[in-house]
């Protein structure tokens, strides 16, 4: 896996970059202000699988199915269903590469939620106590004018004691058994590709306020993007006092993607 160098310093940013994040900032900070809630948003239950799913794509969600009790095509169109059984499956095989099964009825917060669409996945996974998702941009407006907020309260109805929460995980002042990040933003090409202002980039503080967050014996889950991305990640979390389970490891995933992703469990020094 690639590393950092013995001396931390974040990856180049170039001219373009930072007059690509000036543009996003505007849209940003417009964003911020578009809290009020619309209409309820819902999606039809599509109730069948794809028939475009290959035979051992269907075993494995045949398998998730009948380990953890779900059946997401019932809750959700096509689309989301599926990506939350890309995530249960994705969370199902740590407990195979890295041998850990987490304790049910903790407290978790997942952080950067997006709109939440993988809560049931998770959800049905750590069957927590509570479940907090937290996204900076939780008010971001798609075309059909629902926000990311707008979805996150469809996604996590009816999952007890699940909330989500706009804010900065930088700022967040509480405390958890667990936490969940996918994909944080380690590098700051991706950030601005997904349309964020480079003011958000922070990783160095966004992983101390992680380790912070957590409870004696608590445990940080993370995924990230391909070994490149992996590596500077762990660099941020060892820097920050975590301390790995096990040597991150390549999944794979249920659907292709452009690079393989690679998790990796860690707890406090």
Known sequence: MTQPSSVLTVPPISPLLRIRSAYYR???EVSRGFTWIRREYREDPVHTLPESLTAQQRQRIESLQDQYGVQFENQFQSSTALDNYEYLDMLHQVTQILDWRPQADQSLVDVGSLNFYYAPAIHAFFRPRQLAGIEIEGYRVYTNFY?????????????????????????????????????????????????????????????????????????????????????WACEFAQRSGFQGFQPPQALQPLFPRSEIPIISLWHKD
């Open 26 to 28: 505007c849209w940003y």
């Open 147 to 231: 926000s990311r907020f707008d979805y996150a309260q469809y996604y996590i109805r009816g999952l007890p004691n699940t909330s989500y929460t706009v804010m900065d995980f930088c700022e967040y002042g509480g405390s958890v058994d667990g936490i969940t990040c996918f994909y944080p933003f380690v590098i700051p090409d991706p950030l601005v590709a997904w349309r964020l202002p480079l003011k958000v980039y922070r990783p160095q503080r966004l992983f101390a306020r992680m380790e912070k967050s957590l409870n004696a014996q608590g445990f940080l889950l993370m995924l990230n993007h391909g070994k490149e991305e992996a590596g």
